[in-house]
């Protein structure tokens, strides 16, 4: 029974077999899923490796061909390299060569510049002289800064000289102005201005030197500050000056010479104004250019007002154009309009009609008129009255012998005649003594005594003579041909007169010639006071 109790249990089904069948069964389906993915991963890994193995065998080869090409290079490099050193050497070779044929080249051309420069001069004046022409402000300025003192020594002579003369001038013309105003003054044309002038507030001194000089507006200058360039140019008498260029550079390089030699260091410190002649320099700085203008005659008070308001707008407006101007006049604004219209408001502005006279002016005007017309009729009744009166007073039979009283006086006072000849009429009434009287009192000697005596004064008339060497011209103005020079102190003979110029004749060794100066160059002597 063991045995066979052992058989059964032997031949009796494991429970992990069934377990194991029953998970066989259940998950067979998910096993094979499994096993497709299993496989399908392999053949994954097979192919990366393949795939990685492909990669690894190009990159190698993309390796070598980076390699051979960086080698290619450096090589390329190297060769640049030495190519490089050898221009460097070949330039440094052609500069040694260019620098000894400059050396010896110099000596060449200094030995001939003073002949090439003399023959240009010589043959081209004009083109030379325009050539150096904008150079010549900048190199003054240069000479002045570094030589200040030869420069100073140099033109201290001709400077001092031109003042003196200048300001001669000026006192003259300034004694002959004032001596024709004084003359026109004792006037009833001028009693009436001096009363207007008075009435409207204006003292008779300053009527008498505005009317000597009157003020007069002539030209505008515009210039930059540090180089001298003409920025605008403005003319009122409508006369091209085709200088005008060198005018603002020689006027930089004097106010750059005043402030050298006699600026204090200050930046403020600058030439304000020039008297030349008739003519007044006045300047008005800014921060990037300056305003000259030139006048004649005595300025209004508010004028140098209006240019400082002037050049401070056109800093404002235009400070960068101003600050960077470099020749260029395309760069600029329309400056010129600017400059007209200044001068347009200040010629309207001195132009300008004088105020009205208020009520009260008027009013004492005319109790002024009423006094003086009746002062004329009592005057004019007083003295008919006193004319009425006069037969009455001293009689009426004044002898006829009274106009003959041997006194030689030419005033024959009735009273001094009558107690002379009624003696002589009373005692011994001579009818011939009285012709002889006649006859005797009134020679004929005494008109020619008169007569002689008043031309003997004034009968040397004053020959005009020039009072100093000048140019005559062909016309008035400055602008025609010349046609020859008058030595100072030479005798003249007017012949016409043109506004300011006068047409003359004097003697030459040649002969008798003609020509126009400017009167202010005749001293007329004892003409110019009648």
């Known amino acids: 029974m063991d045995a066979a109790a052992s058989d059964d249990a032997a031949n009796a089904p494991d429970p992990h077999d069934h377990l194991e069948s029953i998970?066989?069964?259940?998950?067979?389906?998910?096993q094979a899923r499994i096993d497709a993915l299993e496989a399908q991963t392999a053949a994954l890994l097979a192919a990366l490796k393949a795939q990685d193995a492909g990669q690894q065998e190009s990159l190698a080869a993309l390796a070598q061909k980076l390699q051979a090409e960086i080698e290619a290079l450096e090589a390329a490099a190297r060769a640049h390299e030495e190519q490089a050193g050898q221009l460097q050497a070949q330039i440094s070779q052609l500069r040694a060569d260019f620098q000894a044929e400059t050396e010896a080249l110099i000596p060449t051309l200094t030995e001939q510049m003073s002949g090439i420069i003399s023959a240009t001069i010589h043959e081209a004046r004009d083109e030379m002289a325009e050539a150096l022409g904008p150079v010549m402000g900048e190199a003054i300025r240069v000479q002045i800064r570094e030589s200040r003192e030869e420069m100073v020594d140099a033109l201290y002579p001709v400077i001092l000289s031109a003042v003196q003369r200048s300001v001669a001038e000026f006192v003259q013309e300034f004694q002959r102005n004032i001596d024709a105003r004084l003359k026109s003054t004792f006037g009833l044309q001028g009693l009436f201005r001096r009363m207007n002038a008075r009435l409207r507030g204006v003292s008779s001194s300053e009527l008498a030197l505005r009317d000597a000089l009157p003020f007069t507006l002539k030209q505008l200058f515009l210039i930059q500050h540090q180089s001298g360039l003409l920025l605008a140019y403005h003319n009122e008498e409508d006369e091209e000056i085709s200088d005008s260029d060198l005018?603002?550079?020689?006027?930089?390089?004097?106010?750059?010479?005043?402030?050298?030699?006699?600026?204090?260091?200050?930046e403020t410190d600058?030439?304000?104004?020039?008297?030349?002649?008739e003519d007044h320099i006045i300047i008005q700085s800014g921060q990037f250019a300056y305003l000259a203008v030139v006048t004649s005659g005595v300025e209004p008070e508010w004028f140098r007002a209006r240019l400082r308001t002037f050049v401070a707008e056109l800093h404002i407006h235009h400070a960068a154009a101003l600050r960077d101007y470099d020749g260029d006049p395309a760069t600029l604004p329309d400056l010129e309009t600017l400059l007209k219209r200044l001068a347009a408001q200040i010629t309207a502005a001195e132009a300008k009609p004088a105020q009205p006279m208020s009520r009260g002016q008027k009013l004492a005007l005319l109790g002024g008129g009423a006094l003086l017309l009746l002062f004329l009729v009592f005057s004019c009744f007083y003295l008919q009255f006193t004319v009425a009166l006069l037969p009455v007073a001293f009689g009426e039979t004044p002898t006829p012998t009274a106009t003959a009283s041997p006194t030689p006086t030419a005033t024959p006072p009735?009273?001094?005649a009558t107690p002379t000849l009624a003696p002589t009429a009373t005692h011994t009434p001579q009818p011939t003594a009285t012709p002889t009287a006649t006859f005797?009192?009134?020679p004929t000697e005494m008109p020619t005594q008169t007569s002689t005596a008043a031309p003997t004064a004034t009968a040397t008339p004053f020959i005009p003579v020039t009072t100093r060497p000048v140019f005559a011209h062909s016309q008035p103005g400055r602008t025609s041909s010349i046609t020859g020079a008058i030595p100072a102190n030479t005798r003249l003979t007017i012949l016409d007169r043109v506004d300011v110029w006068a047409e003359v004749a004097w003697e030459t060794p040649t002969g008798l010639r003609q020509g126009w100066i400017p009167v202010y160059w005749i001293d007329f002597g004892d003409l110019s006071e009648n």
């Open 414 to 416: 009735p009273a001094t």
């Open 23 to 30: 998970r066989t069964i259940l998950f067979a389906r998910e």
């Open 270 to 277: 600058s030439l304000n104004e020039i008297q030349y002649g």
């Open 440 to 442: 005797t009192a009134a």
């Open 247 to 266: 005018i603002s550079g020689m006027l930089t390089a004097i106010r750059d010479f005043t402030q050298d030699s006699f600026g204090s260091g200050e």
